[in-house]
């Protein structure tokens, strides 16, 4: 599970933005949200860069703690609280706290009510309430003991709170447990059901349960459903409304058409069958054995006989061949030497050209001799080319 953007503003908005590394006094430095791992003196960040290494650098430990030590599940809210109480206080302050415990047991409140215990600090060597961290203990607990189905209604003259005698962090009841009080359940004329969230006590034991069969292997017993409660008419819509959407979605459906029947006896007829042999019976040998099939004796000694005429007959094929060969040589070779000659003028001519204004003229028709050279050398290229590519791909 990873913290959700609620909880992160949370975090943000009581550890506060520093753009600029600040000095703490017991002599580290602190920047952007909370970070103290890599701030130095003179560092600088801004808001994006502090956001993520507040989502992706400091959390994702405090998460995998909060894994590691709460057996019970965790709703996405309490989960939030506590890594914003965890990254507060530290994690061995948290592993050591009474939270943990609580947590495991499956006493939210009491677990709520130890959260409540970090609120002090020590200033100018007392002990001493801070605002600023009652404040957060108190939003944290607040995010904590959300309710997923709303707020619980208790009114003071049905339930009249007390304040506890003598010190204000001693518990004078310990040993008993806390009391959930739960929204009231819907009127007993809404219409649907829905199954009712489970108590403390019971995502305690399911969750341990869990982990202990993947630390074993084995798959959790499946505990039996609670019964249904109603639902309200505003919370979803009824089975008859789901059922009328599934068939405007789905539409008409055309009438089935049945495949042709196989071949086979008439009706009233009852097939024959066969009697399937009883479990570990031996197999019924109806059939006979096939006979062994004949060897096959090869002698590698025996004179072969060959006749003279189908030697004639290769031997002329195969001078057919050769013939064949040699006329072929014959009828696209001088093309391709025209081709290559022609090419050799045209790379001549046009070197000529690029390079006569380099030297001085001799003659006059020096001058024509490299664009001549090049464009008969081209000339030539071409069609012997044409005619080579006929040649080769003329069909005998």
């Known amino acids: 599970m990873r913290m959700s953007a609620n909880g992160i503003e949370l975090i943000q908005s009581f550890e506060g933005f520093r753009p600029q590394a600040a000095r703490l006094p017991g002599g580290g430095w602190l920047i952007g949200y909370g970070h103290t791992a890599t701030a130095r003196a003179g560092l600088q960040i801004t808001l994006r860069d502090a956001v993520l290494i507040l989502r992706h650098h400091d959390l994702p430990p405090i998460e995998q703690?909060?894994?590691?030590?709460?057996?019970?599940?965790?709703?996405?809210?309490?989960?939030?609280?506590?890594?914003?109480?965890?990254?507060?206080?530290?994690?061995?302050?948290?592993?050591?706290?009474?939270?943990?415990?609580?947590?495991?047991?499956?006493?939210?409140?009491?677990?709520?009510?130890?959260?409540?215990?970090?609120?002090?600090?020590?200033?100018?060597?007392?002990?001493?309430?801070?605002?600023?961290?009652?404040?957060?203990?108190?939003?944290?607990?607040?995010?904590?003991?959300?309710?997923?189905?709303?707020?619980?209604?208790?009114p003071g003259a049905l339930v009249r709170p007390l304040a506890r005698q003598g010190h204000d962090d001693e518990d004078g009841d310990a040993g008993s447990r806390s009391v959930v009080i739960s929204p009231r359940p819907a009127p007993e004329s809404a219409i649907g059901s829905v199954l009712p969230p489970e108590n403390s006590t019971q995502a305690a034991a399911r969750a341990v349960s869990e982990r202990i069969a993947r630390i074993l292997g084995e798959a959790p017993p499946q505990a039996p459903s609670p019964p249904l409660s109603p639902l309200t008419a505003?919370?979803?819509?009824?089975?008859?409304?789901?059922?009328?959407?599934?068939?405007?979605?789905?539409?008409?459906?055309?009438?089935?058409?049945?495949?042709?029947?196989?071949?086979?006896?008439?009706?009233?007829?009852?097939?024959?069958?066969?009697?399937?042999?009883?479990?570990?019976?031996?197999?019924?040998?109806?059939?006979?054995?096939?006979?062994?099939?004949?060897?096959?004796?090869?002698?590698?000694?025996?004179?072969?006989?060959?006749?003279?005429?189908?030697?004639e007959r290769a031997i002329q094929e195969n001078g057919d061949l050769d013939t064949a060969a040699i006329r072929n040589l014959g009828a696209w070779l001088p093309y391709a030497t025209l081709s290559g000659l022609g090419l050799v003028g045209l790379i001549a001519g046009i070197e000529r050209v690029l390079t006569q204004s380099a030297r001085p003229l001799l003659r006059e028709s020096d001058a024509y001799a490299g664009p001549v050279l090049a464009l008969g050398g081209g000339f030539l290229f071409l069609i012997a080319s044409y005619y080579l590519y006929r040649a080769l791909t003329r069909q005998d």
């Open 234 to 311: 505003g919370d979803g819509p009824t089975p008859e409304e789901i059922t009328d959407a599934v068939k405007a979605l789905v539409g008409d459906d055309p009438p089935l058409t049945l495949a042709p029947r196989a071949k086979g006896p008439p009706e009233g007829v009852e097939r024959r069958r066969m009697p399937r042999p009883a479990a570990g019976a031996a197999p019924d040998d109806t059939y006979p054995p096939l006979p062994p099939a004949e060897g096959l004796v090869v002698d590698d000694l025996e004179i072969v006989e060959i006749d003279e005429r189908d030697v």
């Open 65 to 154: 703690l909060i894994a590691e030590q709460v057996l019970a599940p965790l709703s996405q809210n309490e989960f939030d609280a506590l890594v914003s109480f965890a990254f507060n206080i530290g994690p061995e302050a948290f592993a050591a706290s009474d939270v943990v415990p609580a947590l495991n047991a499956g006493d939210r409140a009491r677990a709520a009510d130890a959260m409540w215990a970090w609120r002090l600090a020590n200033i100018s060597g007392e002990l001493r309430v801070v605002d600023a961290l009652a404040r957060r203990r108190a939003a944290e607990i607040a995010m904590f003991l959300e309710h997923p189905a709303g707020r619980a209604a208790i």
